[in-house]
């Protein structure tokens, strides 16, 4: 019944703005209430005037990973395109992350390549280890590195995001922070815009790349709910002192339903990352009830996982959010397109969201050049080419899931001998392959 609303809305022309009433929290957005109202008179035009189209202005929703891809490859390619971000300055932390593969080939094709060999942490491997610190499997990162060809690095997504804005800047993508979209309408020849702060503006078009709690996903295409799979998991992750256990090594320990990771990033400090499994613990957590959350989660965790939380400082920004993957029929209506985890989440199990937002991005600048004034076939072109493959990925990350995080029924042994199997010298090409080492891009043209 939405989902028809919103078509009719879009695809229609009508001249009524169709929103939902927000209530934005820093984690992203649940939506109280719908109200309709005419659209004001446009007062200020950022981009084109209402009377005046402008078709190369795109106006993106995110100036995350995919958003800033997007919006720097678009402005090299002659459009005119303008990032909102709802943040009120570029990232600085968030989480670490594993880059290579497909990711690793859009850098390529964006001359990123050197800019991202640059960020360094003192990571010389990576071990499991039981209850009292023992390594069970020690892997050392040359090995990951030869496997995957030397196209491989450990980065926070702030540190991609930053590599990105750099570039972005320098070719001149305009970047507003702390503005969000309020209302969208597809008037026919433009969509009219109005922000937060009641500004409107007019665009050719309109990305979403404002990540798996889309609001432009929300506005368009339908509420969260419809296309959300879950994963059956709750991650957590944060910076902190570096614990002396963990030493030059990223260190994982895994106990039933529940997996910590440790990286560190500098001699004085490490990113933690938590994953549990428990049906009780909600979605959406403010901040200042997620320290005590994972305190109680891990109140009895292994080697030194309970007592980093309990020395944490309780004001530490923590990201916090369940594992969700986002599945959708389609990713565009009208002139209002989606990529990124927006439209395709795999959730950190893939390990690949941040390869597959930067494709996606990839893929819809060079369709949306190749028909610069016919925005619905590079819409579907791009959906064509680009959703079966997320399609597929998100399948396997679902099928891994159920065995990412040990269940109370795993036999340790069996599990330990898997992973042994997994980072063997003789198997690890082969693995990283089926894991994302292969870009799905490779035959796609430049
Ligand atoms: C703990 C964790 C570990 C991960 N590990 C890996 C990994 O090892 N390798 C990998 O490739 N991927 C990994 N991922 C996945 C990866 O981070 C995402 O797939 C990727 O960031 C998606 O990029 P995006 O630009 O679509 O969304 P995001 O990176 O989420 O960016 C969305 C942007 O939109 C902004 N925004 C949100 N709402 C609005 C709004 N209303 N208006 C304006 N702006 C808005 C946000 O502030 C943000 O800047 C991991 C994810 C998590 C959570």
């Not at 597809?186 to 665009?203: K, Q, S, W």
Request: charged share 25%; hydrophobic share 45%.
């Amino acid at each position: 019944m939405q989902a028809e609303r919103n078509a009719r809305w879009v695809e229609g022309g009508s001249k009524t703005v169709v929103s939902r009433k927000a209530e934005v929290g820093p984690d992203g957005l649940r939506f109280a209430a719908l109200w309709t109202r005419p659209v004001p008179a446009a007062t200020i035009n950022t981009m084109a005037t209402a009377s005046q189209p402008n078709a190369t202005t795109i106006l993106i929703s995110g100036g995350g990973i995919a958003g800033l891809t997007l919006g720097i490859l678009l402005k090299e390619r002659g459009w005119n395109p303008l990032v909102v971000e709802r943040q009120a300055a570029p990232s600085r932390d968030g989480y670490m992350m594993d880059f290579f593969g497909t990711g690793w080939d859009v850098a390529e094709r964006m001359e990123l390549v050197d800019a991202i060999r640059a960020i360094r942490y003192p990571i010389d491997d990576l071990k499991y280890v039981d209850d009292a610190g023992r390594a069970y499997l020690d892997v050392p990162l040359d090995r990951i590195r030869r496997a995957l060809d030397d196209r491989y690095v450990y980065l926070l997504r702030s540190d991609l995001e930053r590599v990105l804005l750099d570039r972005a800047e320098r070719v001149g993508v305009v970047v507003r922070y702390g503005t969000s979209i309020r209302s969208l309408t597809d008037a026919g020849d433009r969509v009219d815009v109005m922000f937060e702060d009641g500004e409107t503006a007019a665009a050719g078009l309109v990305v979403g790349a404002d990540g798996v709690h889309s609001r432009v996903r929300a506005l368009a295409l339908g509420p969260e709910e419809s296309f959300a799979r879950s994963l059956d998991g709750r991650v957590a992750a944060f910076s902190t002192p570096r614990a002396p256990e963990v030493g030059r090594s990223v260190v994982l320990h895994e106990e039933p339903d529940r997996l910590a990771a440790f990286y560190p990033i500098s001699d004085a400090r490490m990113q933690a990352m938590y994953v549990f499994r428990d049906d009780d613990a909600p979605d959406f957590v403010a901040p200042d009830d997620r320290l005590p959350l994972l305190r109680r989660e891990f109140d009895r965790g292994g080697w030194i996982t309970s007592r980093v939380l309990q020395d944490l400082d309780d004001r530490t920004p923590m990201f916090y959010d369940a594992l969700t993957q986002i599945v959708m029929p389609r990713w565009s209506i009208g002139r209002v397109c989606l990529i990124g985890d927006a439209c395709g989440c795999l959730t950190l199990v893939a390990g690949q969201g941040s390869h597959m937002a930067m494709a996606g991005a990839y893929v819809l600048a060079t369709e949306l050049s190749r028909r610069p004034d016919d925005h619905a076939s590079a819409f579907a072109a791009y959906e064509r080419f680009f959703k079966p493959l997320v399609r597929r990925k998100q399948d396997e990350a679902a099928r891994l899931a159920t065995r990412f995080v040990p269940s109370a029924g795993s036999w340790t042994w069996l599990r330990r001998l898997a992973l042994r199997a997994i980072f063997n010298r003789f198997l690890l090409g082969l693995v990283m392959q089926s894991l994302g080492g292969r870009s799905v891009l490779r035959g796609y043209d430049r």
